[in-house]
Each structure stands twice: as structure tokens, then as C-alpha cells.
């Protein structure tokens, strides 16, 4: 708080320079000199606050309905914020005032004022929705809503839903090109289209889907690289026995020009600051749950290094200097931190319980954390699942939910008020749906 404090005093100085009346040569001489003065010490201040700041990494904690804000200069927890019911994906906007949660249970986003760490509003979506994303200007907010195959748009000034727009089946990755001018939607397929994946490619301008590319089975996420060239859509394969994958998407021409085999289920994809990576959170198929992170050298998209994390990995994300990624660990309730020079884990972070997703805000200062909202977690089910080996959460989910579709045509469309539980809780395991890909490692945990 040092530094805002001299820097305000050095702005009370400078306008009283600046409003005060020179009548000779020699004084406005010398008012000129001093305006110089101020002008470099506000520099000099501002490069020192810039210099002194750091990040923070926010993390949805399904269980414990709640986010936990890491500082990450010190990877310590600084703050935790209550939000909606099984809080899922997380997106935090340009300038980084806001983080948008999306609330699996609740059927809402809750909208963080990140100086503040409190909800300031929440806005209602479509059912079920899984993952967020921001546009590169601020103003809007795209949600996937898995049950009834829509994106919801949110005006951010009104925090107002102002479109919906259909989709292909099961919707769950979203990502924004950096231009702000398409919009990538994965869809997983579903058991009715034997969980055949494709990307739905929105025309931010019209708010219309204006190409479907065929990606691999059951589509779960996606990640643009930062120069808009390319899309890598994560492919969780495992459910058909074969290999999950990334597919590589050229953007000018909307076609898969590349497939790049990973292991086992893949959880979550983020391309580094620079566009030379690509690291995705995977998780074997053993009862230790054994997590790991791919990295992926995009020049050549072989899979290059390995990195072992906590069990199973699901949200990941690049710090925004390219230095660190943070993964979390959704059975082992903690995020990783692996420095990006050497490849290795150099943290730890213990978080709330079953955490699900993370998002970076942009350079601030972390003082802000002082005025934080701490709540208790504590787990308060435990539901039997029954065999789920080799079968990834959105996978079920999707089977699940498209039975009840076949059973019920009328029950997506139903309101979202009043009691829903009772339907949202019919789906295995603790209940994370969709973009919660740490599901299956989670009852893997819960049933040992």
C-alpha cells in the first residue's frame, strides 16, 4: 500500500504545479522544470508498481462452492470468494476487474469485482453450463450450456444475457480468437451421435454459427493460439478405446490439418504466451489416479515432454509472462505449478476441495487481497458410482444426459427456478458436470 499512498502524493503535487500561475519568464521557467520533474517521478513510481506486481490465478472449487485466489508471486492462497452451486469454468476479462464463474448446478455465472473479491452479480444461463470464455475487448462473455446444446452471450456492461445461440450436441470447450471475430465451441456428440466431436465456429459479429469442423470423439476443450492461426481441440477418446488426441485446426480454412496422439484422458489444453507450446492436463488409467501434463512443441506438434502432477489433473492455464503453468488437481485438491524453463514442478498449492478449473487476471496489485471473503468447505455427499473405469466424466454425462433427452424432450427447456437439485444430483458421481473432467478421478478416489 506504499506505493499508492507516494504515488497519490506526488499527483496532488503535480496538479497544484500545473494550476499554478507563472507571471514572469524566470517562474514559468521554473514551473516547466518542476512539471518535468513530477512527470519522470510519476514514471519512475508507476514502473515500480508494475515491477512489484504479480498475477493471481483463480480456481473453482466444485465441492466447496467457492474460488480460491492464489497470489502468483508467493503461490500462496490470498483470498477465497463464495460463489454459486459446483462452480466449473472460469474466465477472468482483460483488464482483470472481473472473473466470471460459471456456476454447473445453479445454472449462472457469478461475476467476481476482483479488487474487491465479492460477487457483484448473477446472471441466470442455459442448463448446465460448463466453460466461460471472455472476449479480447471485455464486453462479451461467451458460456457453454451442455444440456440444451446453446452458447449464452453476456453483455458485460449490463451482465445481461442479450443472445443464445445453438450449437452442435453437448457443448463444452469455449475459446474467443484474439481478433475477438469467431468463437470456438467444442461439442462432444453424445451417445446418440456415438460421441462424435466437431467445433462449432460462431461469427461474433452476427452471432451465428458459420462452419462445423469435424474434430475427434467426444470434444471437450479448445485453446487458440495467440496469433489466431491455429485452434487445438482436446479429444477424449478413451471411451471408444482408442487414443484421445489434440486436433490441430487451421483457422483460415477451418480444416484439421494435423492429430496429435496424447495419453490416456485429457482434461484440459492451454497454449503458451509465445504460441511454441501447447500443455495438456491428462490423467492415466491406474487406481493411483496418476496425473500428468503434455507438452506439445507446436512446430513440430509432437509431444515432447512429460511433467507428473497431482491425481487427476484437469484445469490448466500459462502465466501471462510464459514462466509458469498452473494446473489443478482435482483429486488431490491442490494446483501445480511447473516452471516452464525446466519442466518440473516447483510448487504446490492446497485449494478448496474437488477444484475443477483455473483462470490468470492481468498484472495488478495484490494488496487488493485485504478485503477477501473466507468460507468453511466441507464435502457433504458421497455418492456410490459403480464402475466408471475407462469411461471419462463428460462421457457419462453426456450418455446420461442424452438418455434423458430421449426419455424426456421437454425437460431441457424447463425453467431453471425452483428446486433443481434433485435433477442435477441424478447424474453419477459428486455431481461435476460436463467441463468437469476431473469426475472420474474424483469417484476413482472417493470409491478406493
Known amino acids: ?29 521554473q514551473r516547466n522544470i518542476m512539471k518535468v520533474s513530477g512527470i519522470t517521478a510519476l514514471a519512475i513510481l508507476i514502473l515500480m508498481g508494475v515491477a512489484g506486481a504479480a498475477p493471481f490465478a483463480y480456481v473453482t472449487n466444485s465441492d466447496s462452492n467457492n474460488i480460491s485466489v492464489i497470489d502468483t508471486a508467493t503461490n500462496k492462497v490470498t483470498a477465497t470468494v463464495d460463489v454459486g452451486y ?29 479488487t474487491k473479491n465479492k460477487v457483484i452479480a448473477t446472471v441466470k444461463v442455459g ?25 449464452s452471450i453476456i453483455d458485460t456492461e449490463t451482465d445481461k444475457v442479450t443472445a443464445t445461440v445453438p450449437v452442435g450436441n453437448f457443448p463444452s470447450g469455449v475459446a474467443v480468437s484474439p481478433d475477438g471475430k469467431k468463437v470456438y465451441v467444442t461439442n462432444s456428440g453424445g451417445d446418440s451421435t456415438n460421441f462424435t466431436g466437431t467445433v462449432s465456429v460462431i461469427d461474433a459479429t452476427t452471432n ?9 470423439n467426444n470434444s471437450l476443450g479448445v485453446a487458440v493460439s495467440p496469433d489466431g492461426t491455429k485452434a487445438y481441440v482436446m479429444n477424449s477418446n478413451i471411451y471408444r478405446d482408442s487414443t484421445a488426441t489434440i486436433s490441430v485446426i487451421d483457422i483460415s480454412t477451418n480444416e484439421v490439418t494435423d492429430t496429435v496422439s496424447i495419453g490416456d484422458i485429457p482434461c484440459g489444453v492451454a497454449v503458451s504466451p509465445d504460441g511454441k507450446k ?27 515432454a512429460t511433467v507428473p502432477v497431482g491425481k487427476a489433473p484437469c484445469g490448466i492455464i500459462v502465466t501471462p509472462d510464459g514462466t509458469k503453468v498452473y494446473v489443478v488437481n482435482c483429486a ?5 505449478v511447473i516452471g516452464t524453463a525446466t519442466s518440473r514442478v516447483t510448487d504446490t498449492v492446497k485449494v478448496g476441495i474437488y477444484p475443477a478449473k483455473v483462470a490468470i487476471g492481468h498484472f495488478m496489485d495484490s494488496d487488493v487481497t485485504d478485503q477477501s471473503i473466507t468460507t468453511n468447505s466441507t464435502v457433504t455427499e458421497d455418492i456410490e458410482v459403480g464402475n466408471t473405469a475407462n469411461i471419462s466424466s463428460e462421457e457419462i454425462n453426456a450418455v446420461e444426459l442424452n438418455n434423458s433427452k430421449n426419455n424426456d424432450s421437454d425437460s431441457d427447456n424447463n425453467s431453471s427456478d425452483g428446486n433443481e437439485s434433485s435433477n442435477n444430483n441424478s447424474t453419477p458421481g459428486f455431481g461435476l458436470l460436463g467441463g468437469l473432467a476431473c469426475l472420474y478421478g474424483g469417484w476413482r478416489l472417493r470409491n478406493k
Not at 454459427?209 to 475427434?216: L, Q
Open 1 to 29: 500500500m506504499k506505493n499508492k499512498i507516494i504515488f497519490t502524493i506526488h499527483i496532488a503535487i503535480f496538479s497544484s504545479l500545473l494550476s499554478s500561475v507563472a507571471t514572469s519568464n524566470k517562474v514559468y521557467k
Open 86 to 114: 459446483h462452480p466449473a469454468g472460469i474466465a477472468v476479462n482483460p483488464d482483470g476487474t472481473k472473473a466470471y464463474v460459471v456456476n454447473s448446478y445453479d445454472d449462472t455465472v457469478s461475476v467476481i469485482n476482483t
Open 127 to 151: 442448463t448446465y453450463p460448463q466453460k466461460i470464455a471472455v472476449s479480447p475487448d471485455g464486453k462479451k462473455v461467451y458460456v457453454t450450456s451442455f444440456s440444451n446444446n446453446t452458447v
Open 208 to 216: 451465428t454459427v458459420v462452419a462445423t469442423i469435424p474434430t475427434g
Open 278 to 304: 501447447v500443455y495438456v492436463s491428462i490423467q492415466y488409467l491406474s487406481n493411483s489416479l496418476t496425473g500428468a501434463v503434455n507438452i506439445i512443441d507446436t512446430s513440430t506438434n509432437k509431444v515432447t
Open 332 to 336: 488431490s485438491h491442490t494446483v501445480s
